[in-house]
């Protein structure tokens, strides 16, 4: 980890019609760093995440992608800068194989991003290298949540945001899982990834924060967090 400032978030506040979902939300994000955001359902992670993208209807605060003020432009803009977006709900398209889903997300290769190409993608991913003639449709939830996010990785981003990746997925299929975001950790990469699953958030995590009710709780090492029993049960607990 280098010191620069991949991604800077301060006073971020983002609205569903007259509800306002996130107070004042701060947090930053350095090259070849993960980051976990935790939290409860509800908690505000992927309200977060979406704000980050331009895709809440009213959004407030400061939101700086290398350095350059990206808060009122549209989700686009935004991506084509180079922050990448793996949604919790994997989208991909069914009815395209792995190969077709992987070249409909390339885009061109960015100064200081790790360059991605299917095969490097089927070395990260080995499961989809089985199947690059597979139709999406035709794919488990941990293979299609593969498939999300090296189609996310082909547009060359600096920083990418993981929503619950390891929801849902067999043990085996987290742990592949892990390594991959840790192997795209070693490329510089800076990933943000919601999470309620705290192990696997120990398991390639840097440092954490803790979203609880629209509002930053917590921030510091995973070993803080690791030494706060009270502030886990306070937040995490189930």
């Known amino acids: 980890m280098t010191g620069q400032t991949r991604l800077s978030v301060a006073a971020l506040n983002a609205f569903y019609g007259p509800a306002q979902i996130l107070f004042d939300v701060a947090f930053e994000l350095h090259p070849g760093e993960v980051v976990a955001l935790l939290g409860r359902n509800g908690a505000g992670k992927s309200t977060t995440f979406r704000a980050l993208m331009g895709l809440t209807v009213r959004r407030e ?16 803009a935004i991506a084509r800068r180079g922050l990448g977006y793996v949604p919790e709900d994997r989208r991909i398209f069914r009815d395209l194989t792995v190969e077709e889903n992987l070249m409909v997300g ?52 600096s920083v990418i945001l993981l929503d619950e990746p390891s929801e849902g997925l067999a043990p085996k299929i987290i ?53 706060d029993a009270g502030l886990r049960d306070q937040y995490l607990a189930v």
């Open 175 to 227: 742990e592949q899982m892990a390594d991959a975001i840790l192997a795209m950790k070693r490329e510089g990469l800076a990933i943000l990834l919601s999470e309620q699953n705290l192990h696997f958030a120990r398991l390639i995590s840097n440092r954490a924060y803790i979203l609880e009710k629209g509002r930053i709780r917590f921030s510091g090492t995973i070993a803080d967090l690791d030494a």
């Open 61 to 76: 605060g400061e939101i700086r992608f290398d350095g350059a003020l990206i808060t009122a432009l549209p989700t686009y």
């Open 106 to 157: 390339t885009q061109k290769t960015r100064e200081g991003a790790a360059a991605w190409t299917p095969e490097r993608l089927y070395t990260l991913f080995p499961n989809l290298a089985e199947m690059r003639r597979r139709r999406g449709g035709e794919m488990s939830g941990g293979e299609q949540q593969m498939l999300t996010i090296a189609r996310t990785l082909m547009g060359n981003p």
